[in-house]
């Protein structure tokens, strides 16, 4: 299923209630597993003995988590929730009605802890289930873990094209710059419109001009 070895199969179904009985838990993620999830499997366990491949320095293992919905769209903290209850990496397919969208996030150990924080999420479209399917490249499970985040990631505009020369974090942080240069630029463009001021004009520009060269060169 989804392009992975057999070796890695897993097929063990998990009560969503395991992720939000927790009395930490906030009454809207509650709410959230109990109306937008059907179903949770445990699909398969990408790992160094189950892809005959090297352990990895960051990465011990990605678990592949398929959620089946009742609607096409999920809550990112219901995600993120999962994330901290488990103490590996994870590939999430949400599923519904013959289409899947996988996602991923970019996850760290938490310093002087051994909890793991997502930083961001990356996710492919919505498509056919047929359609999804990943190549598990890589000689170590740091690898294996950073090409599944350039497959869901793709090669958008937005992002650009990630650079092989960088280390996965250097790449992601990137991405956030990216994205927050975007923003920066169409407010930017949104208020040169509206300035009256031909002076204050000038001042923007020269400033817009600043932020499309570093998006640019990034």
């Known amino acids: 299923m989804f392009g992975f070895p057999a070796s890695t199969e897993y097929g063990k179904r998990i009560p969503k209630q395991k992720f939000y009985e927790n009395i930490a838990v906030k009454p809207a993620v509650r709410r959230a597993f109990s109306e937008q999830i059907k179903l949770i499997y ?19 293992e990605v678990e592949v988590f398929e959620l089946r919905l009742h609607e096409p769209r999920l809550d990112e903290a219901v995600l993120r929730q999962i994330d901290r209850e488990i103490p590996y990496h994870i590939l999430f397919i949400l599923a519904c009605e013959g289409r899947v969208q996988a996602w ?24 056919p289930e047929g359609e999804l ?20 990631r793709g090669e958008s505009v937005e992002f650009g094209v990630w650079s092989n020369e960088l280390p996965l974090a250097a790449n992601v942080a990137n991405d956030k710059r990216r994205r927050q240069l975007i923003k920066e630029i169409a407010a ?26 570093e998006l640019e060169g990034i």
């Open 188 to 213: 930017l463009e949104k208020k040169i419109r509206k300035e009256k001021q031909l002076n204050r004009q000038m001042e923007m520009n020269a400033e817009l001009k600043k932020l499309r060269k």
């Open 42 to 60: 445990w699909r398969n366990k990408l790992a160094a003995s189950t892809l005959n491949i090297a352990p990895g320095e960051a990465v011990t």
């Open 133 to 152: 399917s990943f190549a598990v490249t890589g000689l170590n499970m740091d690898a294996v873990y950073a090409e599944l985040m350039r497959q869901c």
């Open 104 to 127: 991923i996030g970019y996850k760290e150990a938490s310093a002087g802890s051994a909890a793991f924080k997502v930083d961001c999420y990356y996710h492919t479209g919505w498509m």
